[in-house]
């Protein structure tokens, strides 16, 4: 079965760090762009960033550039985004997507004092 | 800043046919733009239902259908069923990445 299960979200505070993680499964994992996409409570989607197949290419949103960092381990199948000094509005469900056509269930990432 | 624009809501009758409709900042939609369509529904992940403009999933009901009209993007729902109440987003590739419209509400009522 394709699957994304995305873990690591939890409560931070401002300024603080958080790693995400995306664990994949029934597909080759090395063979496809993959991506961060968030969504604000009661908003809409945001893409965040992706990362190209053999993580030779990286591209994020200005919002979150020199903040947040996607990277791959091919290897492990899996997908992370790490990030820094985070702001009240980078809370939102965090779900990581392959070429957009599988998508996880999200990780739920707070930032408050 | 670049922003792609959907109409905030829209309703429809059971059995009835909308069209939804996306547009970018930057000129008109094209190909090029690789449109992808989404519809989500409360508490849930979103579930794309449109690739590369019209190209539909395994799982994409017939009644859906993707298209290029007037400049924008566009979703067709033909013969739309109560199930299809739900948001729906678009998504456009750009030289420096992605970006989603604000969403759809679409009401079936």
């Known amino acids: 079965e394709v699957q994304l299960v995305e873990s690591g979200g939890g409560l931070v505070q401002p300024g603080g760090s958080l790693r995400l993680s995306c664990a994949a499964s029934g597909f080759t994992f090395s063979s496809y762009w993959m991506s961060w996409v968030r969504q604000a409570p009661g908003k809409g989607l945001e893409w965040v960033a992706n990362?190209?197949?053999?993580?030779?290419?990286?591209y994020y949103v200005d919002s979150v550039k020199g903040r947040f960092t996607i990277s791959r381990d091919n290897a492990k199948n899996s997908l992370y985004l790490q990030m820094n000094s985070l702001r009240a509005e980078d809370t939102a469900v965090y779900y990581c997507?392959?070429?957009?056509?599988?998508w996880g269930q999200g990780t739920m990432v707070t930032v408050s004092s | 800043q670049t922003v792609v624009t959907q109409e905030p809501s829209l309703t429809v009758s059971p059995g009835g046919t909308v069209t939804l409709t996306c547009a970018s900042s930057?000129?008109?939609?094209?190909?090029?733009?690789?449109p992808n369509w989404f519809q989500q529904k409360p508490g849930q992940a979103p579930k794309p239902l449109i690739y590369?403009?019209?190209n539909k999933y395994s799982w994409t009901p017939a009644r859906f259908s993707g298209s290029l009209l007037g400049g924008k993007a566009a979703l067709t729902m033909s013969g739309v069923q109560p199930e299809d109440e739900a948001e729906y987003y678009c998504?456009?590739?750009?030289?420096?990445?992605?970006?989603f419209g604000g969403g759809t509400k679409l009401t079936v009522l």
């Open positions: 990362i190209k197949e053999d993580g030779t290419a990286k």
């Open positions: 590369h403009t019209n």
């Open positions: 930057t000129g008109a939609v094209t190909s090029g733009f690789h």
């Open positions: 997507a392959k070429d957009f056509d599988i």
């Open positions: 998504l456009l590739h750009y030289d420096v990445g992605w970006v």
